[in-house]
Each structure stands twice: as structure tokens, then as C-alpha cells.
């Protein structure tokens, strides 16, 4: 069975970078849409970022645009997400989740947390001075 691990949190000061790292000991991704979401304290979860499959075509939610990039590296084995311009406001813990397609599929909503099956635990991102 597939499980999902995140890594790469931690406590990082405003306008600093993280690496967040999503993986499935055992398998490829490259067969799954992957999508990031977050939820801080109080909060609902919500969409970061989402990438297809075959064609890797990638979308942002509008706070994020042009300071996080999501990505597949290592052979197709992990998606990151690396966040560059951190403020205090994307404090949350963040998650991955997997969208098993055996077609070139594309994420277009990346709020739709309904579509994911697989989600793994989770990893804090703090931004704080």
C-alpha cells in the first residue's frame, strides 16, 4: 500500500527558503497527481499547489505564486515543493496528497481536497522572527 511521507519543515525566518519533500518509500509517483495543502491553527485546510502526471503541468493558489515552485526529482520518486520568500502568514503544517490516474491527467482546482485518497501526516512549517 502506498504511503506518503513529507519532509523538509522546520522554523525559518521571514523572506528565508525550504525544501517540503514528498515520497512513497517503495514507489514511483510519476502514476499520481500530487497536491500540497496547508492548515494553520483555527483554520481550514487549504490548496497550495497540485502537478499532473505524465505532462507535469503545475498550479499555484494565488498566495503563493511566483515564491513556491512544486516539481517531481529523484527519478520520479518525490515532488517537492520549494518555497522561497517565506512570510508568517504560509505557517501551517503542510501536507501531501495522491490522486492515483493511469492517463495524463492535469490539476486544475487546487482546492479540491475531495479528489485525494492518500495523504500523509504532515510537516510544520513555522515563519517566525
Known amino acids: 500500500q502506498l504511503q506518503l511521507v513529507e519532509s523538509g519543515g522546520g522554523l525559518v525566518q521571514p523572506g528565508k527558503s525550504l525544501r517540503l519533500s514528498c515520497e512513497a518509500p517503495?514507489?514511483?509517483?510519476?502514476?499520481?497527481?500530487i497536491g500540497w495543502f496547508r492548515q494553520a491553527p483555527g483554520k481550514e485546510r487549504e490548496g497550495v499547489s497540485c502537478i499532473g502526471t505524465l505532462d507535469s503541468r503545475t498550479n499555484y493558489a494565488d498566495s503563493v505564486k511566483g515564491r513556491f515552485t512544486i516539481s517531481r526529482d529523484n527519478g520520479k520518486k518525490a515532488v517537492v515543493l520549494q518555497m522561497n520568500s517565506l512570510k508568517p502568514e504560509d505557517t501551517a503544517v503542510y501536507y501531501c496528497?495522491?490522486?492515483?490516474?493511469?492517463?495524463?491527467?492535469?490539476?486544475?482546482?487546487?482546492?479540491?481536497?475531495?479528489?485525494?485518497?492518500?495523504w500523509g501526516q504532515g510537516t510544520q512549517v513555522t515563519v517566525s522572527s
Open positions: 496528497a495522491a490522486d492515483w490516474t493511469p492517463y495524463s491527467d492535469s490539476c486544475t482546482v487546487v482546492a479540491d481536497k475531495g479528489r485525494y485518497d492518500k
Open positions: 517503495g514507489f514511483t509517483l510519476d502514476y499520481y497527481i
